[in-house]
Protein backbone atom coordinates (compact mmCIF):
# COMPACT_ATOMS: atom_id res chain seq x y z
CA UNK A 1 0.00 0.00 0.00
CA UNK A 2 1.37 3.54 -0.97
CA UNK A 3 2.22 5.79 2.26
CA UNK A 4 -0.14 8.27 0.70
CA UNK A 5 -3.12 5.73 1.27
CA UNK A 6 -1.94 4.23 4.05
CA UNK A 7 -1.65 7.71 6.01
CA UNK A 8 -3.81 8.68 9.11
CA UNK A 9 -5.63 11.23 7.62
CA UNK A 10 -9.43 9.65 8.24
CA UNK A 11 -11.31 8.61 4.89
CA UNK A 12 -14.10 11.60 4.06
CA UNK A 13 -17.36 10.51 3.09
CA UNK A 14 -17.49 7.25 0.89
CA UNK A 15 -19.36 7.69 -2.44
CA UNK A 16 -20.09 5.69 -5.25
CA UNK A 17 -17.73 6.57 -7.85
CA UNK A 18 -14.34 8.59 -8.20
CA UNK A 19 -13.50 10.27 -11.50
CA UNK A 20 -10.07 11.36 -12.32
CA UNK A 21 -10.04 14.10 -14.48
CA UNK A 22 -12.48 17.03 -16.14
CA UNK A 23 -12.16 16.96 -19.83
CA UNK A 24 -14.77 16.28 -22.21
CA UNK A 25 -14.50 12.78 -20.70
CA UNK A 26 -14.64 13.52 -16.94
CA UNK A 27 -17.67 15.72 -17.24
CA UNK A 28 -19.81 13.61 -19.19
CA UNK A 29 -18.89 10.93 -16.80
CA UNK A 30 -20.08 13.14 -14.18
CA UNK A 31 -23.11 13.65 -16.08
CA UNK A 32 -24.03 10.36 -16.63
CA UNK A 33 -23.36 8.86 -13.11
CA UNK A 34 -25.55 11.28 -11.47
CA UNK A 35 -28.12 11.19 -14.12
CA UNK A 36 -28.51 7.81 -12.84
CA UNK A 37 -28.77 8.81 -9.40
CA UNK A 38 -25.08 7.73 -7.90
CA UNK A 39 -22.80 9.71 -5.40
CA UNK A 40 -19.60 11.12 -7.86
CA UNK A 41 -16.65 12.99 -6.86
CA UNK A 42 -14.47 14.26 -9.42
CA UNK A 43 -11.10 15.63 -9.27
CA UNK A 44 -8.84 17.98 -11.86
CA UNK A 45 -5.87 18.81 -11.59
CA UNK A 46 -5.87 22.19 -13.05
CA UNK A 47 -7.94 25.49 -11.96
CA UNK A 48 -10.58 24.78 -14.12
CA UNK A 49 -12.44 22.03 -16.47
CA UNK A 50 -10.68 21.22 -20.12
CA UNK A 51 -8.57 19.24 -19.82
CA UNK A 52 -6.25 18.94 -22.99
CA UNK A 53 -7.77 22.49 -24.04
CA UNK A 54 -6.94 23.67 -20.51
CA UNK A 55 -3.24 23.11 -20.87
CA UNK A 56 -2.42 23.66 -24.55
CA UNK A 57 -3.05 27.23 -24.83
CA UNK A 58 0.09 27.73 -27.25
CA UNK A 59 -0.28 29.82 -30.68
CA UNK A 60 -2.54 28.68 -32.71
CA UNK A 61 -3.91 25.52 -30.93
CA UNK A 62 -6.98 23.87 -32.67
CA UNK A 63 -8.55 21.06 -33.48
CA UNK A 64 -7.70 19.15 -36.29
CA UNK A 65 -11.13 17.64 -36.76
CA UNK A 66 -13.94 19.76 -37.80
CA UNK A 67 -16.32 21.62 -35.38
CA UNK A 68 -19.38 19.89 -36.32
CA UNK A 69 -18.06 16.80 -36.10
CA UNK A 70 -15.71 17.58 -32.60
CA UNK A 71 -18.70 18.52 -30.13
CA UNK A 72 -20.88 16.28 -27.25
CA UNK A 73 -24.14 14.79 -28.96
CA UNK A 74 -25.90 13.58 -26.00
CA UNK A 75 -27.68 16.76 -25.48
CA UNK A 76 -29.60 17.95 -28.45
CA UNK A 77 -30.44 21.21 -27.18
CA UNK A 78 -26.66 21.84 -26.65
CA UNK A 79 -25.84 20.64 -30.43
CA UNK A 80 -28.82 23.05 -31.53
CA UNK A 81 -27.79 25.88 -29.40
CA UNK A 82 -24.19 25.77 -29.41
CA UNK A 83 -23.02 28.33 -32.25
CA UNK A 84 -19.39 27.27 -33.68
CA UNK A 85 -17.55 29.75 -35.66
CA UNK A 86 -14.48 28.46 -37.61
CA UNK A 87 -14.33 24.97 -39.36
CA UNK A 88 -11.97 24.24 -37.29
CA UNK A 89 -12.17 25.35 -33.36
CA UNK A 90 -9.47 27.52 -31.93
CA UNK A 91 -8.23 26.18 -28.35
CA UNK A 92 -10.06 29.24 -26.23
CA UNK A 93 -13.49 28.48 -28.39
CA UNK A 94 -13.40 24.68 -27.60
CA UNK A 95 -12.45 25.76 -23.67
CA UNK A 96 -15.39 28.14 -23.71
CA UNK A 97 -17.75 25.37 -25.13
CA UNK A 98 -16.08 22.73 -22.21
CA UNK A 99 -17.12 25.76 -19.78
CA UNK A 100 -20.57 26.54 -21.47
CA UNK A 101 -21.56 22.24 -20.88
CA UNK A 102 -19.70 22.60 -16.82
CA UNK A 103 -22.53 25.83 -16.45
CA UNK A 104 -25.33 24.28 -18.72
CA UNK A 105 -25.73 20.58 -16.49
CA UNK A 106 -24.44 22.51 -13.49
CA UNK A 107 -21.34 20.19 -13.24
CA UNK A 108 -18.81 22.13 -11.18
CA UNK A 109 -20.37 21.55 -7.95
CA UNK A 110 -19.12 17.89 -8.04
CA UNK A 111 -15.63 18.80 -9.56
CA UNK A 112 -13.02 19.60 -7.01
CA UNK A 113 -10.02 21.73 -9.22
CA UNK A 114 -6.41 22.16 -8.13
CA UNK A 115 -6.46 18.60 -6.60
CA UNK A 116 -4.17 16.00 -8.30
CA UNK A 117 -4.55 12.15 -7.48
CA UNK A 118 -1.53 10.64 -6.40
CA UNK A 119 -2.24 7.17 -5.65
CA UNK A 120 -5.30 4.62 -5.64
CA UNK A 121 -5.31 1.62 -3.60
CA UNK A 122 -8.28 -1.58 -3.84
CA UNK A 123 -9.08 -3.12 -0.78
CA UNK A 124 -9.94 -6.68 -1.61
CA UNK A 125 -11.87 -7.41 1.65
CA UNK A 126 -14.11 -4.13 1.20
CA UNK A 127 -14.21 -4.48 -2.84
CA UNK A 128 -13.68 -0.36 -2.83
CA UNK A 129 -10.76 1.62 -3.74
CA UNK A 130 -9.23 4.30 -1.30
CA UNK A 131 -7.83 7.90 -3.66
CA UNK A 132 -5.59 9.57 -2.38
CA UNK A 133 -5.03 13.24 -3.83
CA UNK A 134 -2.60 16.06 -3.42
CA UNK A 135 -4.62 17.89 -0.58
CA UNK A 136 -4.25 15.12 1.61
CA UNK A 137 -7.58 13.72 1.22
CA UNK A 138 -8.74 10.00 1.18
CA UNK A 139 -12.22 9.07 -0.39
CA UNK A 140 -13.14 5.64 -0.53
CA UNK A 141 -15.33 4.97 -3.69
CA UNK A 142 -16.40 1.32 -4.98
CA UNK A 143 -15.83 2.38 -9.02
CA UNK A 144 -12.92 4.52 -10.11
CA UNK A 145 -13.30 5.77 -13.83
CA UNK A 146 -9.75 7.64 -15.12
CA UNK A 147 -11.11 10.44 -17.20
CA UNK A 148 -6.94 11.28 -17.51
CA UNK A 149 -7.05 11.50 -21.31
CA UNK A 150 -4.60 10.48 -24.30
CA UNK A 151 -2.49 13.08 -24.19
CA UNK A 152 -2.05 15.30 -20.80
CA UNK A 153 1.30 13.96 -19.82
CA UNK A 154 3.65 15.91 -21.33
CA UNK A 155 6.93 14.84 -22.40
CA UNK A 156 9.85 16.94 -21.58
CA UNK A 157 13.42 15.24 -22.65
CA UNK A 158 15.89 15.28 -19.84
CA UNK A 159 18.38 17.93 -21.90
CA UNK A 160 21.61 18.65 -20.41
CA UNK A 161 21.65 21.94 -18.47
CA UNK A 162 17.79 22.13 -19.19
CA UNK A 163 17.13 24.37 -15.97
CA UNK A 164 20.48 26.50 -16.16
CA UNK A 165 18.77 28.90 -19.18
CA UNK A 166 17.89 32.09 -17.83
CA UNK A 167 15.08 33.14 -20.44
CA UNK A 168 11.54 31.69 -19.85
CA UNK A 169 11.00 27.96 -21.57
CA UNK A 170 7.86 26.93 -22.69
CA UNK A 171 6.27 23.73 -23.18
CA UNK A 172 3.23 23.74 -25.62
CA UNK A 173 1.07 20.90 -23.33
CA UNK A 174 1.53 23.71 -20.51
CA UNK A 175 1.60 27.17 -21.90
CA UNK A 176 0.64 29.85 -19.29
CA UNK A 177 -2.54 31.18 -18.85
CA UNK A 178 -1.40 34.95 -19.85
CA UNK A 179 -0.71 35.98 -23.57
CA UNK A 180 3.66 35.00 -24.60
CA UNK A 181 4.95 38.11 -26.48
CA UNK A 182 7.33 37.23 -28.74
CA UNK A 183 8.31 40.27 -29.66
CA UNK A 184 12.00 41.21 -30.88
CA UNK A 185 13.03 37.87 -29.26
CA UNK A 186 15.41 35.17 -30.81
CA UNK A 187 13.16 31.78 -29.93
CA UNK A 188 14.00 28.71 -30.27
CA UNK A 189 11.84 25.79 -30.58
CA UNK A 190 12.89 22.12 -30.16
CA UNK A 191 10.33 19.80 -32.07
CA UNK A 192 8.07 19.40 -35.56
CA UNK A 193 5.21 17.22 -34.42
CA UNK A 194 1.26 18.65 -34.46
CA UNK A 195 1.92 21.71 -31.90
CA UNK A 196 4.82 23.29 -33.16
CA UNK A 197 3.51 22.87 -36.83
CA UNK A 198 0.47 25.01 -35.50
CA UNK A 199 2.38 27.27 -33.46
CA UNK A 200 5.38 28.24 -35.72
CA UNK A 201 3.90 30.06 -38.27
CA UNK A 202 2.11 32.05 -35.52
CA UNK A 203 5.75 32.91 -33.52
CA UNK A 204 7.57 33.43 -36.52
CA UNK A 205 5.42 36.58 -37.19
CA UNK A 206 6.19 38.04 -33.95
CA UNK A 207 9.73 36.80 -33.13
CA UNK A 208 13.28 38.94 -34.54
CA UNK A 209 14.15 35.76 -35.34
CA UNK A 210 12.84 31.62 -35.24
CA UNK A 211 15.08 28.76 -34.78
CA UNK A 212 13.68 25.33 -35.71
CA UNK A 213 15.24 22.61 -34.09
CA UNK A 214 13.88 18.98 -36.36
CA UNK A 215 15.06 16.03 -35.41
CA UNK A 216 12.47 13.92 -37.82
CA UNK A 217 9.94 15.74 -40.16
CA UNK A 218 6.68 15.47 -40.03
CA UNK A 219 3.85 15.11 -43.49
CA UNK A 220 1.37 18.19 -43.10
CA UNK A 221 -1.88 19.13 -45.08
CA UNK A 222 -3.18 22.12 -45.46
CA UNK A 223 -6.55 22.69 -42.97
CA UNK A 224 -8.01 25.79 -45.71
CA UNK A 225 -9.49 26.80 -42.08
CA UNK A 226 -12.29 29.55 -42.04
CA UNK A 227 -15.73 30.73 -41.17
CA UNK A 228 -18.66 28.09 -40.75
CA UNK A 229 -21.02 28.50 -43.45
CA UNK A 230 -24.17 29.35 -42.31
CA UNK A 231 -26.15 27.11 -44.84
CA UNK A 232 -23.57 24.08 -44.27
CA UNK A 233 -24.43 24.79 -40.26
CA UNK A 234 -28.15 24.79 -40.82
CA UNK A 235 -28.05 21.99 -43.07
CA UNK A 236 -26.03 19.84 -40.28
CA UNK A 237 -28.31 20.49 -37.59
CA UNK A 238 -31.64 19.74 -39.36
CA UNK A 239 -30.05 16.43 -39.84
CA UNK A 240 -28.06 16.21 -36.76
CA UNK A 241 -28.77 12.50 -35.89
CA UNK A 242 -28.09 11.48 -39.63
CA UNK A 243 -24.84 13.07 -39.86
CA UNK A 244 -23.28 11.48 -36.55
CA UNK A 245 -24.78 8.20 -37.50
CA UNK A 246 -23.33 8.61 -40.77
CA UNK A 247 -19.55 9.78 -38.69
CA UNK A 248 -20.57 6.69 -36.67
CA UNK A 249 -20.10 4.37 -39.87
CA UNK A 250 -16.88 5.81 -41.07
CA UNK A 251 -13.54 3.68 -40.14
CA UNK A 252 -12.39 6.81 -37.81
CA UNK A 253 -15.51 7.97 -36.66
CA UNK A 254 -15.63 11.17 -39.06
CA UNK A 255 -15.19 13.14 -42.67
CA UNK A 256 -18.56 11.07 -43.64
CA UNK A 257 -19.27 15.06 -45.75
CA UNK A 258 -15.92 13.28 -48.11
CA UNK A 259 -16.17 9.45 -47.70
CA UNK A 260 -13.02 7.05 -48.19
CA UNK A 261 -12.29 6.15 -51.38
CA UNK A 262 -12.30 2.59 -51.36
CA UNK A 263 -9.83 1.53 -54.52
CA UNK A 264 -6.11 0.95 -54.58
CA UNK A 265 -4.29 3.69 -55.59
CA UNK A 266 -2.27 1.56 -57.50
CA UNK A 267 -4.84 0.98 -59.74
CA UNK A 268 -5.57 4.12 -60.68
CA UNK A 269 -3.96 6.00 -63.93
CA UNK A 270 -1.10 8.60 -62.65
CA UNK A 271 -3.76 11.13 -63.79
CA UNK A 272 -6.54 9.53 -61.32
CA UNK A 273 -4.22 9.38 -58.47
CA UNK A 274 -2.99 12.91 -58.83
CA UNK A 275 -6.94 14.14 -59.49
CA UNK A 276 -8.26 11.87 -56.19
CA UNK A 277 -4.90 13.59 -54.11
CA UNK A 278 -5.36 17.14 -55.19
CA UNK A 279 -8.94 17.07 -54.59
CA UNK A 280 -8.54 16.25 -50.78
CA UNK A 281 -5.55 18.43 -50.31
CA UNK A 282 -7.45 21.42 -51.90
CA UNK A 283 -10.80 20.55 -49.39
CA UNK A 284 -7.61 20.13 -46.31
CA UNK A 285 -7.58 18.18 -43.08
CA UNK A 286 -7.31 14.74 -42.50
CA UNK A 287 -9.62 13.21 -44.85
CA UNK A 288 -6.89 13.24 -47.36
CA UNK A 289 -5.58 9.70 -45.83
CA UNK A 290 -8.95 8.10 -47.49
CA UNK A 291 -7.97 9.43 -50.96
CA UNK A 292 -7.25 5.44 -51.34
CA UNK A 293 -8.40 2.04 -49.73
CA UNK A 294 -4.55 0.38 -49.45
CA UNK A 295 -3.04 4.14 -48.34
CA UNK A 296 -1.82 2.42 -44.78
CA UNK A 297 -2.07 -1.28 -45.65
CA UNK A 298 0.24 -1.38 -49.00
CA UNK A 299 3.80 0.21 -48.75
CA UNK A 300 3.76 0.88 -52.68
CA UNK A 301 0.66 2.54 -52.23
CA UNK A 302 1.71 4.56 -49.17
CA UNK A 303 5.00 5.95 -51.83
CA UNK A 304 2.76 7.62 -54.39
CA UNK A 305 0.75 9.66 -51.45
CA UNK A 306 4.32 10.42 -49.97
CA UNK A 307 5.78 11.55 -53.14
CA UNK A 308 2.30 13.62 -54.10
CA UNK A 309 3.12 15.44 -49.96
CA UNK A 310 6.94 16.12 -50.93
CA UNK A 311 6.02 17.38 -54.04
CA UNK A 312 3.87 19.98 -52.18
CA UNK A 313 6.65 20.40 -49.77
CA UNK A 314 8.67 21.13 -52.69
CA UNK A 315 6.46 23.77 -54.41
CA UNK A 316 5.90 25.62 -51.07
CA UNK A 317 9.33 26.10 -50.15
CA UNK A 318 11.75 28.62 -52.10
CA UNK A 319 14.97 27.12 -50.60
CA UNK A 320 15.61 23.36 -52.26
CA UNK A 321 18.05 22.29 -49.48
CA UNK A 322 15.43 23.45 -46.69
CA UNK A 323 12.63 21.72 -48.54
CA UNK A 324 14.53 18.72 -48.45
CA UNK A 325 15.17 18.85 -45.28
CA UNK A 326 11.26 18.97 -44.43
CA UNK A 327 10.41 16.37 -46.05
CA UNK A 328 9.70 13.16 -44.50
CA UNK A 329 10.91 10.15 -46.06
CA UNK A 330 8.88 7.65 -43.88
CA UNK A 331 5.29 6.37 -44.36
CA UNK A 332 2.90 9.01 -44.70
CA UNK A 333 0.42 8.47 -41.54
CA UNK A 334 2.15 6.24 -39.22
CA UNK A 335 2.71 9.26 -37.58
CA UNK A 336 -0.20 11.38 -36.71
CA UNK A 337 -0.77 13.49 -39.84
CA UNK A 338 -0.60 17.04 -38.95
CA UNK A 339 -3.00 20.20 -40.43
CA UNK A 340 -1.60 23.19 -40.63
CA UNK A 341 -2.36 26.77 -42.16
CA UNK A 342 0.94 28.16 -43.82
CA UNK A 343 3.35 25.85 -41.87
CA UNK A 344 5.79 25.15 -45.13
CA UNK A 345 5.17 28.40 -46.53
CA UNK A 346 6.92 30.27 -43.16
CA UNK A 347 10.43 28.79 -43.64
CA UNK A 348 10.84 31.03 -47.20
CA UNK A 349 10.61 34.11 -44.26
CA UNK A 350 14.27 35.49 -43.89
CA UNK A 351 13.66 35.36 -40.13
CA UNK A 352 13.30 31.64 -40.04
CA UNK A 353 15.96 29.19 -39.65
CA UNK A 354 15.34 25.32 -39.46
CA UNK A 355 18.27 23.25 -37.85
CA UNK A 356 18.42 19.64 -38.68
CA UNK A 357 19.60 17.27 -35.68
CA UNK A 358 18.47 14.10 -37.13
CA UNK A 359 22.55 13.22 -37.54
CA UNK A 360 22.95 14.97 -34.16
CA UNK A 361 21.12 16.34 -31.24
CA UNK A 362 20.33 19.54 -28.76
CA UNK A 363 23.72 18.77 -27.50
CA UNK A 364 22.94 20.86 -24.10
CA UNK A 365 20.99 24.25 -22.71
CA UNK A 366 23.00 26.88 -21.91
CA UNK A 367 22.20 29.66 -19.66
CA UNK A 368 21.90 31.94 -22.85
CA UNK A 369 20.26 29.19 -25.69
CA UNK A 370 21.27 26.12 -26.56
CA UNK A 371 23.78 24.08 -28.48
CA UNK A 372 23.31 21.87 -31.13
CA UNK A 373 25.54 19.65 -33.29
CA UNK A 374 27.80 21.60 -31.57
CA UNK A 375 26.79 24.98 -32.77
CA UNK A 376 25.47 27.64 -30.18
CA UNK A 377 22.50 29.40 -30.31
CA UNK A 378 21.75 32.82 -28.35
CA UNK A 379 18.07 32.46 -27.55
CA UNK A 380 15.71 34.96 -25.05
CA UNK A 381 13.01 31.97 -25.17
CA UNK A 382 13.03 28.25 -26.06
CA UNK A 383 9.84 26.78 -26.84
CA UNK A 384 9.32 22.79 -25.77
CA UNK A 385 7.38 21.18 -28.68
CA UNK A 386 8.28 17.97 -27.43
CA UNK A 387 4.94 16.10 -27.47
CA UNK A 388 3.18 13.62 -24.58
CA UNK A 389 4.00 10.78 -22.99
CA UNK A 390 0.98 9.59 -24.89
CA UNK A 391 -2.39 7.20 -23.37
CA UNK A 392 -0.43 5.42 -20.65
CA UNK A 393 1.73 8.74 -19.42
CA UNK A 394 -1.42 10.45 -16.62
CA UNK A 395 -2.08 6.83 -16.08
CA UNK A 396 1.39 5.42 -14.76
CA UNK A 397 1.64 9.25 -13.21
CA UNK A 398 -0.31 7.92 -10.69
CA UNK A 399 0.43 5.36 -8.14
CA UNK A 400 -2.67 2.91 -8.61
CA UNK A 401 -2.47 -0.73 -6.97
CA UNK A 402 -4.81 -3.47 -7.42
CA UNK A 403 -5.12 -6.95 -6.18
CA UNK A 404 -1.76 -8.35 -4.03
CA UNK A 405 -0.47 -4.40 -4.29
CA UNK A 406 0.37 -4.87 -8.08
CA UNK A 407 0.84 -1.34 -9.13
CA UNK A 408 -0.52 -1.11 -12.78
CA UNK A 409 2.77 0.32 -13.84
CA UNK A 410 4.35 -3.27 -12.78
CA UNK A 411 1.16 -4.78 -15.00
CA UNK A 412 2.20 -2.61 -18.04
CA UNK A 413 5.61 -2.92 -17.49
CA UNK A 414 6.03 -4.50 -21.34
CA UNK A 415 3.30 -2.11 -22.54
CA UNK A 416 -0.19 -1.53 -21.83
CA UNK A 417 -2.97 -4.75 -21.33
CA UNK A 418 -6.34 -4.03 -21.40
CA UNK A 419 -9.53 -5.50 -22.20
CA UNK A 420 -11.49 -3.18 -25.04
CA UNK A 421 -9.36 -0.41 -23.78
CA UNK A 422 -11.90 -0.07 -20.58
CA UNK A 423 -10.40 -2.18 -17.89
CA UNK A 424 -7.20 -4.67 -16.59
CA UNK A 425 -6.67 -8.05 -14.80
CA UNK A 426 -6.18 -6.95 -11.47
CA UNK A 427 -7.75 -3.61 -10.75
CA UNK A 428 -11.06 -4.83 -10.50
CA UNK A 429 -14.01 -1.65 -11.08
CA UNK A 430 -11.24 0.03 -12.35
CA UNK A 431 -12.37 1.94 -16.18
CA UNK A 432 -10.36 3.96 -18.27
CA UNK A 433 -12.41 6.26 -21.01
CA UNK A 434 -10.20 6.30 -24.63
CA UNK A 435 -7.78 3.77 -22.84
CA UNK A 436 -5.09 2.10 -25.00
CA UNK A 437 -7.03 -1.23 -26.85
CA UNK A 438 -9.38 1.37 -27.89
CA UNK A 439 -9.66 3.40 -31.16
CA UNK A 440 -9.10 6.79 -28.92
CA UNK A 441 -6.47 9.08 -31.06
CA UNK A 442 -7.30 7.33 -34.12
CA UNK A 443 -10.52 8.24 -34.07
CA UNK A 444 -12.52 10.93 -33.52
CA UNK A 445 -11.99 11.81 -29.64
CA UNK A 446 -15.36 13.34 -28.90
CA UNK A 447 -17.96 10.45 -30.17
CA UNK A 448 -15.10 7.55 -28.60
CA UNK A 449 -15.45 9.21 -25.41
CA UNK A 450 -19.35 9.44 -25.28
CA UNK A 451 -19.26 5.65 -25.97
CA UNK A 452 -16.88 4.88 -23.52
CA UNK A 453 -18.75 6.79 -21.11
CA UNK A 454 -22.32 5.51 -22.06
CA UNK A 455 -20.58 2.05 -21.95
CA UNK A 456 -19.04 2.63 -18.27
CA UNK A 457 -22.33 3.69 -17.48
CA UNK A 458 -24.52 1.17 -18.76
CA UNK A 459 -22.16 -0.97 -16.78
CA UNK A 460 -22.78 0.34 -13.34
CA UNK A 461 -26.54 0.35 -13.66
CA UNK A 462 -26.15 -3.23 -14.59
CA UNK A 463 -23.99 -3.60 -11.80
CA UNK A 464 -26.24 -1.81 -9.25
CA UNK A 465 -29.60 -3.61 -10.66
CA UNK A 466 -27.75 -7.26 -10.70
CA UNK A 467 -26.47 -6.50 -6.79
CA UNK A 468 -22.82 -7.44 -8.10
CA UNK A 469 -20.21 -5.41 -5.93
CA UNK A 470 -17.04 -5.89 -8.42
CA UNK A 471 -16.06 -6.42 -12.27
CA UNK A 472 -12.81 -7.28 -13.39
CA UNK A 473 -11.72 -8.88 -16.91
CA UNK A 474 -10.99 -12.89 -17.70
CA UNK A 475 -7.24 -13.00 -18.35
CA UNK A 476 -7.98 -14.88 -21.16
CA UNK A 477 -10.41 -11.60 -22.25
CA UNK A 478 -7.44 -9.63 -21.69
CA UNK A 479 -5.11 -12.20 -24.05
CA UNK A 480 -7.58 -12.40 -26.80
CA UNK A 481 -8.03 -8.46 -26.66
CA UNK A 482 -4.17 -7.81 -26.81
CA UNK A 483 -3.65 -9.89 -29.81
CA UNK A 484 -6.37 -8.44 -31.29
CA UNK A 485 -5.80 -5.44 -31.13
CA UNK A 486 -1.68 -6.21 -32.91
CA UNK A 487 -3.12 -8.94 -35.46
CA UNK A 488 -5.13 -5.84 -36.74
CA UNK A 489 -2.05 -2.98 -36.55
CA UNK A 490 -0.01 -5.91 -37.90
CA UNK A 491 -1.16 -6.25 -41.56
CA UNK A 492 -1.32 -1.89 -41.69
CA UNK A 493 1.71 0.36 -41.94
CA UNK A 494 0.79 2.41 -38.75
CA UNK A 495 3.64 0.57 -36.68
CA UNK A 496 6.31 1.37 -39.40
CA UNK A 497 7.24 4.47 -37.58
CA UNK A 498 8.67 5.70 -34.36
CA UNK A 499 5.42 7.58 -32.92
CA UNK A 500 4.04 7.83 -30.31
CA UNK A 501 1.00 5.67 -30.98
CA UNK A 502 3.69 3.10 -30.55
CA UNK A 503 5.44 5.23 -27.73
CA UNK A 504 8.35 5.54 -29.39
CA UNK A 505 9.04 9.34 -28.44
CA UNK A 506 10.06 8.47 -24.81
CA UNK A 507 12.82 7.00 -23.89
CA UNK A 508 12.63 3.35 -22.46
CA UNK A 509 8.72 3.44 -22.92
CA UNK A 510 7.73 0.05 -24.33
CA UNK A 511 7.25 -0.09 -27.88
CA UNK A 512 3.08 -1.19 -28.36
CA UNK A 513 1.19 0.36 -30.85
CA UNK A 514 -1.34 0.93 -28.53
CA UNK A 515 -4.84 2.20 -30.15
CA UNK A 516 -7.52 -0.37 -31.54
CA UNK A 517 -7.97 0.59 -35.56
CA UNK A 518 -11.62 0.70 -36.51
CA UNK A 519 -14.30 2.46 -34.74
CA UNK A 520 -17.33 0.77 -36.06
CA UNK A 521 -16.09 -2.56 -35.51
CA UNK A 522 -15.08 -1.93 -32.27
CA UNK A 523 -18.37 -0.40 -30.83
CA UNK A 524 -20.02 -3.44 -32.09
CA UNK A 525 -17.75 -5.55 -30.21
CA UNK A 526 -18.43 -3.32 -27.01
CA UNK A 527 -22.64 -3.72 -27.56
CA UNK A 528 -21.70 -7.57 -27.82
CA UNK A 529 -20.08 -8.18 -24.78
CA UNK A 530 -22.20 -5.61 -23.05
CA UNK A 531 -25.65 -7.52 -24.21
CA UNK A 532 -24.05 -10.92 -23.45
CA UNK A 533 -24.12 -10.34 -19.56
CA UNK A 534 -20.31 -8.54 -20.03
CA UNK A 535 -18.56 -11.35 -21.70
CA UNK A 536 -15.36 -11.73 -20.64
CA UNK A 537 -15.61 -10.45 -17.17
CA UNK A 538 -15.77 -12.02 -13.98
CA UNK A 539 -18.83 -10.72 -12.31
CA UNK A 540 -18.71 -10.85 -8.65
CA UNK A 541 -22.69 -10.60 -6.44
CA UNK A 542 -22.43 -8.68 -3.20
CA UNK A 543 -21.53 -10.36 -0.18
CA UNK A 544 -18.59 -12.75 -1.92
CA UNK A 545 -15.43 -11.83 -1.04
CA UNK A 546 -13.87 -10.59 -4.03
CA UNK A 547 -10.39 -11.64 -3.37
CA UNK A 548 -11.82 -15.25 -3.97
Request: hydrophobic share 40%.
Amino acid sequence: MSESVSSHIAITEPCDAVVIGAGFAGLYMLHRLRGLGFSVRVFEAGSGPGGTWFWNRYPGARCDIESMEYSYQFSEELQQDWEWTERYATQPEILAYINHVADRFDLRRAIQFDTRVDAMNFDEQAGRWTVATSRGERVSAQYCVMATGCLSSTNTPDFDGIDSFRGPCYHTGDWPHDPVDFSGQKVGIIGTGSSAIQSIPLIAEQAEHLYVFQRTPNYSVPAHNGLLDPDFVRATKDDYAGFRKRNSAAPAGFGSAFPANEGSVLEASEAEQQAAFEARWQRGGLPFLGAFGDLMINPQANDVAAAFVRNKIQEAVDDPAVAQTLSPTQVVGCKRLCVDTGYYQTFNRPNVTLIDISEGQIDEITTSGLIANGDSYELDAIVLATGFDAMTGALLAIDIRGRGGQTLRQKWSEGPRTYLGLATVGFPNLFTITGPGSPSVLSNMLPSIEQHVNWIADCIEYLREHEIANIEPTLEAEDQWVAVVNMIAGVTLYPHCNSWYLGANVPGKPRVFMPFLGVPPYAERCREVASNGYEGFVLTPLGVDSAN
